[in-house]
């Protein structure tokens, strides 16, 4: 079982692609809608393919990124690459048809179910300060353009990923914190 520092680790040297020198924010953002979704309870183990984690993304997307010149909120495509990261797993449909690359819902709803990502990443989701720590890092390392991390935590009445006000205290945790 990975422990959350080398899961910090594995987020921060996720492979991304790069256009004029930019990291790609689509994994990031994934996994930020994936976390919420999670700490919601709208999703286990189990990312399904469907119209509201699409959405969810795209809320992301809104949140951190806007409007980019490079970069378009694609949902299909983070979620198919991430399947080269160790903690995240395409679960094929009984339909697979192999693609090199999977850029539209259909195509991916067509040859997967979802994915499955790791026991101990989805325990650590669940738990208020170790989800704080993992989007801090996916924030710092691949949405240096948004808002600071701690000025988007601090403008929602209940801190963003919390279930309650006092988990804020994980804020005071993370702000001592060197990523």
């Known amino acids: 079982m990975a422990m959350l520092m080398e899961y910090m680790q594995m ?11 930019e990291a790609a924010p689509h994994k990031a953002v994934m996994m930020l809608a994936v ?3 999670v ?3 709208n999703i286990g183990r189990v990312v399904p393919i469907c119209d509201s984690m699409e959405q969810a993304f795209i809320r992301e997307w809104k949140r951190y990124v806007g409007h980019h010149p490079l970069f378009n909120p694609i ?3 983070p979620f198919f690459h991430l399947d080269y990261e160790p903690f995240w797993h395409l679960i094929k449909s009984p339909e697979y048809e192999e693609h090199k690359e999977y850029s539209s819902m259909g195509a991916l709803r067509r040859s997967f179910l979802g994915a499955s990502i790791d026991l101990a990443l989805y325990e650590y989701m669940l738990d208020p300060n ?6 801090r890092v996916l924030i710092e390392k691949y949405l240096p353009s948004s808002r600071t991390f701690l000025s988007i935590a601090a403008e929602d009445e209940i801190p963003y990923g ?3 006000s006092s988990d804020a205290s994980a804020l005071d945790l993370l702000s001592t914190l060197a990523v």
């Open 35 to 37: 976390m919420e979704e």
């Open 130 to 135: 170790s989800a704080l720590m993992l989007k």
């Open 162 to 164: 919390f279930r309650s």
């Open 11 to 21: 987020f921060r040297r996720l492979n991304v692609n790069r256009r004029q020198g």
């Open 39 to 41: 700490c919601r309870g």
């Open 75 to 77: 949902f299909a495509t």
